[in-house]
């Protein structure tokens, strides 16, 4: 009897051990992993055929309320970008923002680096933080100070550094090269000793988090020839020491898409690009760069309006971009503003936007005049966007019923979720699991299943009462009948992937 108490008493102590590792990982996810299983339709990735099939790209939808913040203290001027991050409060309950002051005029390169907080997102705070002086007062919510080029922050929660000083990371740039600091509270930040940690790549970078490489990324701005111009492109570097950044490779350029709107000197450039581990993959956001020939710069570098678009990849190096539209351009995710608005001249974006149960939120910069325009025309504000849950593309069926069938998959598990939005009250999503060979599987056909309509972001798809995938080993295909609907996303498990992908 004593033996199987001492039993009882192992097995209880393990399930005890085991919670506390569960819990403790759990507490060490960042607040900035956007990683989940879902499986997106941005890319035909994951896709074998369609039939009837066709992409659409979508657009961030501007908040109503925008702008969420103005500036409005008098070391803000009148310029206040969010060239930085923002990130939920640790309680969940609430948000936090670092962002920045630009230039009050031209040839002023006072930047200011700022932090906000707000309980709803939409009215924002700035604290009294008594860090650092300005104009003889350190009554202002400037949280850090080193010389007048301190900007583009990229601010990373690090739950899993032992240190309670090392909670959080920040990258940015500072004059000569980008600087790593460390804050136990992302307000008071301390500099390592050999800042700057990366000389290489110029003022613009934004740098991210890879939770499955455990690799700190940096995405920063390369100069290039592309068609005898010169450009501002994207170069990629990583490490899983902060403290060494090889560096940057070139891995991103201006296509000739790019450039269907000018004839040169005009000519398309990257002025940033924010690219965040999303789900199961790797979306990005690029700033694309209309420079123009203006009499202040006959050459067409300078001058220029600033936008947003989408570009993704699988490993987080290698990317994407969209297919152009039938004006022969890419759509942009986040366009400018009408002729005269707040951001009508230049957009940039957080390095990564927040997802909150069903919606996607992606706070921005804006501003009323272009890259180079007279300094009158500056006036900037931020602003904030929405889109459904994996709204960045979807696979939509109009008219006659559309069918995607996905390529052979393994390492599903339990129910399979789909997001999936109908068009019309006649609008449903069906599917048909398949085996390896093309075969429907007994009792999971068309005609078993259960259709979804109206507007699914995150629903259960069922065949005569059964809610999980057939129990086997063996891959499968999953065909989706669409009709008269968008079908964003879909889940199978938490360790799907392509059967003739190495894992």
């Known amino acids: 009897m004593l033996a199987f108490f001492r039993f009882v008493s192992l097995v209880v102590i393990l399930g005890l051990c085991l919670t506390a590792v569960s819990t403790r990982a759990e507490a060490q996810r960042s607040l900035n992993d956007l990683t989940g299983p879902w499986q997106l339709f941005v890319d035909d990735y994951l896709i074998e055929s369609v039939t009837n099939i ?8 501007k908040h109503t309320a925008n702008p969420v913040m103005n500036a409005d203290k008098p070391w803000e001027g009148r310029n206040i970008f ?14 936090r923002m670092w962002y920045h002051a630009l230039p009050e005029k031209k040839g002023d390169d006072l930047y200011r680096l700022l932090y906000a907080t707000s309980p709803d997102g939409l009215q924002w705070t700035k604290p009294s933080l008594g860090i650092v002086e300005f104009e003889g007062s350190k009554e202002n919510n400037i949280y850090i100070r080193r010389n007048p080029r301190d900007h583009i922050q990229s601010v990373i929660h690090t739950p899993w550094e032992s240190s309670p000083q090392r909670q959080y990371m920040m990258m940015n740039w500072s004059s000569d090269g980008y600087y790593l600091t460390w804050s136990p509270d992302g307000i008071h930040w301390t500099d390592v000793p050999n800042n700057p940690v990366l000389t290489k790549g110029g003022d613009v970078g934004n740098f991210c988090w890879d939770p499955r490489t455990k690799q700190y990324c940096g995405y920063v701005k390369l100069g290039s020839v592309v068609r005898d111009l010169k450009r501002r492109s994207v170069g990629f570097t990583s490490t899983s020491d902060p ?5 940057p490779e070139l891995i991103i350029e201006p296509d000739e898409i790019d450039d269907r709107w000018a004839t040169p000197p005009a000519r398309t450039q990257f002025y940033g690009f924010c690219a965040f581990p999303y789900e199961t993959m790797y979306l990005g956001f690029l700033w694309l760069y209309r420079s123009y020939p203006t009499p202040a710069d006959p050459e067409g570098y ?18 994407d971009r969209i297919a152009p539209a039938e004006d022969g351009l890419r759509p942009a995710i986040l366009p400018l503003g009408a002729e005269g608005t707040w951001d009508s001249g230049m957009i940039c974006t957080t390095n990564h936007p927040l997802v909150e149960s069903n919606q996607i939120k992606l706070y921005y910069g804006g501003t009323l005049g272009t890259h180079y325009s007279a300094s009158k025309d500056w006036v900037s504000a931020i602003g904030l966007a929405t889109m459904r849950k994996d709204g960045f593309a979807s696979l939509d069926a109009k008219g006659a019923i559309g069918v995607v069938t996905t390529k052979s998959l393994v390492g599903y598990a339990g129910k399979l979720y789909a997001n999936f939005r109908s068009h019309s009250p006649a609008g449903c999503l069906r599917v048909e ?3 390896e060979e093309g075969a429907t599987v007994p009792g999971y056909g068309l005609a078993d299943c259960v259709a979804l309509t109206g507007d699914c972001p995150n629903s259960t798809v069922r065949w005569n009462g059964s809610s999980s995938l057939p129990a086997t080993t063996s891959p499968i295909r999953l065909r989706f009948h669409v009709s008269d609907g968008s079908l964003y996303s879909f889940m199978a498990g938490s360790e ?6 190495p894992r």
Do not use: C, N
């Not at 969010?82 to 948000?95: A, D, I, M, Q, R």
């Not at 799907?496 to 992908?501: H, I, K, M, P, Q």
């Open 54 to 61: 066709q992409r659409v790209y979508h657009a961030f939808e």
């Open 82 to 95: 969010v060239y930085g991050t923002v990130l939920p409060l640790e309680s969940g309950k609430g948000y």
């Open 243 to 247: 403290l060494q950044w090889p560096d």
């Open 302 to 319: 300078m001058d220029g309006v600033i936008y947003v678009e989408l570009a993704s990849s699988r490993d987080g190096k290698h990317w």
């Open 433 to 435: 699991v398949l085996d």
């Open 496 to 501: 799907v992937r392509l059967a003739e992908a």
